[in-house]
């Protein structure tokens, strides 16, 4: 873990966080509104939290906001979804480029409307050369078609000779996925209280650390993100090894587990 000056005071800042947004629906059935209003409310969350990580001045921030399996829903709840998309980006991406943030769009984005292609798009070429942040957004995103994109990225390569096989391990392989500029997420938060992962990074977060609340998203505050770095700082990541203080004075080979 590094050390960082920060607005946190936190020593040990995650570099990378990354957050399964969950629970708009319930936020909004639960006041007895169109599930709609609660992915309304869950936009300002996204606000919220993006201001936040760049006053604390995270390298990156990760936001799964539209997955694969979304397809699945009514389709004016997607239809809805988008809009709201490129709502977003209309209103914020100004501000977002003038705090040098970086916007990149993970997952099949060219599948959604043309209006939402467009705007992701110019979204990315303006940002493109920002470097305060990394905002990620996964739009029709889903961690297996990530790996499996990947994979045929590398068969392309080792086909035309660009690589060879057995120069393949796992930080080359990485460089073939979404995230192969950035670390690992250090940080994973899901909001509404449900204990899996969705499909989401799972590659990536193979040691990152759990942070899952009851609160809902639309109901997730700065205070509630701080919260969560706070409980992170005081983890103990050994990553498979042991903790500094029993390996001190000892040849400690790691486990990996
Ligand atoms: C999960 O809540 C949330 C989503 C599927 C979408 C996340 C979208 C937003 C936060 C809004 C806008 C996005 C952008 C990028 C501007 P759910 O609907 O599954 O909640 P439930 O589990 O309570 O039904």
Redesign the pocket.
Known sequence: MHKKENATGFENLPRHIAI??????????KRLLP?TM??????K??KRVVEACIEIKVQALT?????TE?WR?PKS?VSY?MD??I???NRELQELHENNIKINVWGDYYSLPPKCVKEIERAIELTRNNQAMAFN?A?NYGSRPEIVRGVKSWGRDLLEGRVNIDDLDEDLFSKYLYTHDLPDPDLLIR??G?FRLSNFLLWQVAYTELWITDV???EFTREHLLQAISDYAKRDRRFGGLNNSKQEGKNVKSKNI
């Open positions: 399964i947004m969950d629970g708009n629906g319930r936020w909004a059935s599930r609660g992915h309304r409310e869950g936009m969350a996204i936001l799964y906001a539209f997955s979304n829903r709840e979804l709201l998309l709502e977003f980006l957004l739009i909001t509404a449900e809902s998203w639309p």
